[in-house]
């Protein structure tokens, strides 16, 4: 990284809704702003968008969309915000000598076009989302199963059809909405279904605080649900996938029953012929760059794995570095742009520019939505998240748990009964290399910590994570030598 780097006062590294909303909020203050993200064009996951040589028909016209794509308006294209896309942080560190007076400092390495360069930062807003959680069982890597997200990506930015009878299986309402818009898009759906039984949906009524503040929430998938059932598809509670067949692709997939245990059954199994299966058993928070740079972050079950803690400013325990979006608990696009307000208000104090009063009065309001939108989150995570035993039950002795190091169920079983002093994800890391590959244990550390835990009997806060080491994304040699 040759010559002085350059230098930001605001770093947000992200461009989804919770980015955009901060960055809105911090404009017109005479601050530098320097916005990251891997992708060509700003909005995040939910509000990919096609590229700019390309026109998406009806591009994302449901109501849910309606407000984030006001503040993409608004946002997209500013010309006082220096945007960086098709680029990576790799590695964030503290500054020692921080540019500027009321600033803790971070110093960021980026990877792009042009390889890889140093750009130091006064404060640093990690909106940085998530990823899909993945069930493994016989099959889960066969070519044509992939994330509902991933199937979602396709339609929203390109409206590409990832396959022609496609089956949906998880335990998240998201699925649901990718259905409709499979066949908005002229796509088949083989079918939905939830791990749920039929009437957990039911228990929404004991928080009727929660269904009135996000009545439009609820009434648009109940919109979406009858529209599945008079296009005839069918929709099955209480069971899950148990089987992927095929050889160079998906041909059908099994799903059964769910037993009162939380396991699935041996009997009352369903094949489903199709070629392509989106899996929606939750997600992940990507909080590798603050677990990077030392900030705490505690484990949440049904809201994202390892969430980041910050105060009500929304700073981590980390001096100067922000955190806003999915990265603090999943909870939707609103909410992100919620925390981004009020993630900017709290930038804006620590630099100087607003004092505690002023960054009080912008945030007041949004503080307010934010504790409605967190009992929202809590409810639904609740609602969504499938029965603990199938994370760890489906999994036969060859099913591949790390796709990158081709480390199987066996192998980890083998090495834990060997190995009993192992009581870690890291030590199992070191011992077995799961979690060595390109995706940086993303993929594989919840399963692994889930065979770990359930193996020595002890929590995940126990088992920990994998330590995020540098990079936090793999970087090509060649960027590497260009610097």
Partial sequence: MKGAPAQTDVLIIGAGPASLAAASAVLGHNLSITIVDE??????????????????HNWLDGRLYRP?????????????????????????????????????????????????????????????????????????????????????????????????????????????IVADQILKAGGKVAGVVFSQPALAGGSILQHPGVLFSHFLQFTEI????????????????????????GTGGVL?????????????????????????????????????????VGAEALWSENRGGWLVQHDEWMESTVPGLFVAGEVTGMAGADAAIVEGVIAGMGILRSLGNLDTQQAELGASDHRRQREKNERFARCLADLASPPHALWT?????????????????????????????????????????????????????????????????TSIENVGSFHAAVPARPVPINKLTNT
């Avoid at 997209?76 to 220096?82: Q, Y």
């Avoid at 094949?271 to 392509?276: I, N």
């Avoid at 796709?403 to 994800?425: G, K, M, N, P, Y």
């Fill in 39 to 56: 992708q060509l064009r700003p909005g995040g996951q939910f509000l990919r968008q096609p590229p700019r040589c390309m026109q998406a």
């Fill in 68 to 176: 984030a794509k006001r503040l993409l308006q608004t946002i997209e294209d500013h010309p006082d915000i220096d945007w960086r896309f098709g680029t990576t942080v790799s590695a964030l560190f503290p500054d020692p000598q921080p540019p500027g007076i009321g600033a803790a400092g971070h110093s960021v390495w980026l990877t792009g076009a042009a390889g890889m360069e140093r750009l130091r930062a006064r404060t640093v807003l990690l909106a940085s989302g998530c990823y899909e959680r993945p069930l493994m069982f016989p099959g889960w890597t066969l070519p044509g199963v992939m994330g509902a997200g991933a199937i979602q990506t396709l339609l929203k930015s390109q409206q590409v059809v990832s396959g022609d009878r496609i089956l949906l299986v998880g335990s998240h309402p998201l699925q649901l």
């Fill in 222 to 245: 109940a919109r979406v649900f009858f529209r599945l059932r008079r296009a005839g598809v069918r929709v099955i509670f209480g069971s899950a996938i148990t089987e992927a067949k």
């Fill in 252 to 292: 059908a997939a099994t799903i059964a029953p769910i037993d009162s245990m939380g396991g699935v059954s041996g009997t009352g199994t369903t094949e489903f012929e199709c070629d392509a299966v989106g899996l929606c058993y939750g997600f992940l928070v990507s909080s590798e760059l603050a677990r990077q």
């Fill in 393 to 457: 039950g489906l999994m036969a002795p060859e099913t591949i748990v790390c796709r990158c190091e081709t480390v199987t169920r066996q192998e980890l079983d083998d090495a834990l009964s060997v190995h009993t002093h192992i009581q870690t994800a890291d030590a199992l890391k070191l011992l077995t290399r799961i979690g060595m590959g390109l995706c940086q244990g993303r993929l594989c550390h919840s399963t692994a910590a889930q065979v770990l835990s359930v193996t020595r009997k």
